[in-house]
Structures are given as C-alpha cells and as structure tokens.
C-alpha cells in the first residue's frame, strides 16, 4: 500500500471517471468494501465514506459530495455487480448501506466471520493483520468526525487501510477455512448477513427505566425521568443529535431527582441540555412545570406472553440446562467462543422444539441450517433424556 495513489471522489468530474473507469471493471471481479459512518453523533447516521479496494488500487467515494440519487446506481453497481465483496465485521456497513442507498452487498465474504469459525479469539480487523502479517493499523482516526470537510490525511490513511489489507487477509483466512469443517457455515453465515434489513431507529419509550440508579426513585421523579426521556428523543430528532450526546444517563438522573432546578442557567445539567438549540430547554422546563410532571410514575400493566413450547417450563429448563452442558464440550472440541457456536437464545429455542428432528431445529428461531446439519444427533440425545 505505501506509495500507490488513491483515488478520492468528490466532485463531478472524478464520479464520472469513477463511473468510466472504475464501473466496469468492478463487474465480475472481486474488491474489498468498507463504510465510515458517524453513529455516535447525530440522531439520524448517514454513510460518510465508501472505501473500495480492487486489484491493488484504492478508491475512496464521498457520498457527503453528491445527492443521493446521484449516487444511487452506483453504489447499486458497486453492491450487485462484483463477483463478491470483502469485507469485515459488516452488519453496521450492510444496514448503513441499504438505509441510505436501498441495496447492500451480495456475495459477501466476511474476514471477521471467517476468523470466528477458524476459533480466533481475536477477530477485529487491526489484531487479524497483526496476527497474519505483523501490520500495526493506526486507529487513531478511528472516532473523528467523519462528516467533516476536509477529510484530513490521517482520516484518508485511516479509511484507505480499512481495505486495502482485506484481499491478502481474505487470501489467508480462505486457506485455513478451506481446510476446516466449517466452509458450509461460513457461507451461510454470510449470506444471513447480506440479507439483513435496512436499519431501523426504534424507540423505547421505557428505556428509562434501565438508567443506573433510576429505581431509587420515588413515583414523582419516575415520572420526570419518564418525560425529559421523551423530551431528549424529541429533540435529537429535530436537531439530528445522538440523543447520549443531548442528555447523558447521568443528566437524565439528575433532572428526575431535582426537577426543574436542575436546568438552572450554569448548572452542568443545564448546560447539557443546552445544546439541543434554541427552545428545547424551555420546552423541558414547561414539561417539567406541567401538572403531568406532578403525577405519581404508574408502570403499564405487562400482558403474559402465552407459551408456545409444547413441554412444561421445568422439561423446558432442564433441556436447556443439558444442551448448555453439551456447549461446554462443544466448545472444548472445536475451539470456538460458546456465544458464536451457539447462543444461549439458540439453544433455549431448540429446547423448545416438538419433535427433535433436523428439520424442526432448523426451524427453530436463530438456529441455522449448519447447526441442525452437525448438532440434530447430539441435541436429539438431551431432549429425548428429559
């Protein structure tokens, strides 16, 4: 990589040489793929980046440059028309990619996923290329603003590296993978991970309730945390701010524990919740004023979820009791992490199962074809025991 171009585009003239030049060779081939994106700063993530990496040439696309329908068919070409794609750790990049542009990555190889399978206990990208080829990354670009212009020669090296490296790391990793047991379930693996929808922001309006030290609270501040958690959602939408950033647990602690005092002109809370713009803490102020504020917290009422499993609760933890056990000497015998061999929520779903059958555990949620395939006979042993 020292020492070769890098093709930044920016503006029009470079997208259409992109389109030119880059377009038609990408068809057919294979190339390393990678996003930046800036999650950890606005309500509303937006691609920032698209690096591309393709027979020892580097491209790094600018989505912040153009409209999106400028780059539509593009990034489409770029998803759908290579032979397929490298990439690592991808499940933020294949949902960032199909929010903002509608199509993501097929044909996906994920090093990260390969590495897992081959029992690596260290699978991010920066310890892989250190393990593989002694190749130090520099990260320190790594948390910057990624909507800033301009991008800065550190965040360019940075971005470019992301792929630059994944073909000689794919090359390796394919080898040993080639060799292993695991090929038909890192196949599969990946190809769950092309097929995950567009991301969704969901609310939570209760979330609330998981802030440390929430449940000291008396039923009036409870239900102050309740409204200034509403209120922060509110705000970071319209002023596309990650709401952490508009009122921090701590913040939302102290408001709920003394009210509007809290906000105070100066005050280090007031001052948090400043930064939402104009209006928003007054807008907080005269919820907290309101004589909703003044009521006592009342949880809603839960509705039990009726039972789908054919067995009694007890059958049913014993069963999941035994397969956890199972896991324990699976996990020894394979060297894999328990929690990529089969999560706790995989087997609590194939203890549930009617009959235990290959097909009924491939059915089962979260239970992949390649752990029914290798795991029906050991499973079917466990259940038919209790």
């Known amino acids: 990589m ?56 580097d491209a790094i696309v600018d989505p912040l440059s153009f409209d999106v329908d400028d780059l539509a068919a593009v990034v489409e070409a770029i998803c759908l028309t290579p032979s397929s794609i490298i990439m690592h750790g991808a499940r933020n990049d294949v949902v960032g990619l199909k929010r903002d542009f509608g199509v993501g990555p097929h044909r996906l190889l994920d090093t990260q996923i390969a590495a897992r399978f081959l029992g690596r206990t260290r699978f991010g990208l920066a310890a892989l290329l250190d393990d593989e080829f002694g190749r130090t990354l520099n990260k320190e670009a790594r948390r910057s603003d990624w909507t800033q212009r301009p991008l800065t020669p550190k965040q360019l090296a940075y971005a470019r590296a992301d792929t630059a490296w994944l073909h000689g790391l794919w090359d390796r990793l394919n080898d040993l993978l080639d060799d292993s047991d695991w090929g038909d379930a890192f196949d599969e693996e990946c190809d769950a991970l092309s097929e995950l929808p567009a991301e969704e922001l969901i609310f939570d309006p209760l979330g609330w309730r998981k802030i440390k030290g929430i449940s000291r609270l008396d039923p009036v501040a409870a239900t102050r945390a309740h409204i200034v958690w509403q209120w922060r959602e509110d705000e970071s939408d319209r002023a596309n701010v990650h709401p952490s950033r508009l009122a921090p647990p701590w913040c939302i ?117 390649w752990r029914a395939r290798r795991y029906t006979g050991d499973w079917s042993k466990i259940i038919r025991r209790v």
Request: charged share 30%; aromatic share 6%; proline share 5%.
């Open 253 to 369: 602690l102290q408001i709920a524990t003394n009210g509007v005092s809290a906000i105070r002109p100066g005050s280090r809370t007031g001052r948090a919740v400043s930064t939402a713009g104009d209006g928003a803490v007054e807008r907080l102020r005269e919820l907290l004023e309101s004589d909703a504020a003044k009521r006592a917290w009342e949880a809603p009422r839960k509705t039990r979820k009726s039972s789908r499993r054919p067995v009694s609760a007890d059958v049913w933890r014993s069963r999941v009791e035994g397969l956890m056990q199972w896991r324990t000497t699976e996990c020894r015998r394979t060297e894999l992490e328990a929690g990529w061999l089969a999560p706790r929520g995989v087997l609590e779903a194939a203890a549930a199962v009617a009959s235990p059958t290959e097909s009924e555990f491939a059915a089962a949620d979260g239970v992949r074809r």
């Open 2 to 57: 020292p020492g070769r171009p890098i093709f930044v585009v920016d503006n029009d003239r470079a997208l259409d040489r992109f389109i030119d030049e880059w377009l038609p060779s990408i068809d057919g081939n294979q190339i390393a793929l990678d996003i930046e994106e800036d999650r950890a700063r606005f309500f509303r993530p937006q691609v920032a980046l698209i690096q591309i990496t393709m027979d020892n040439e």
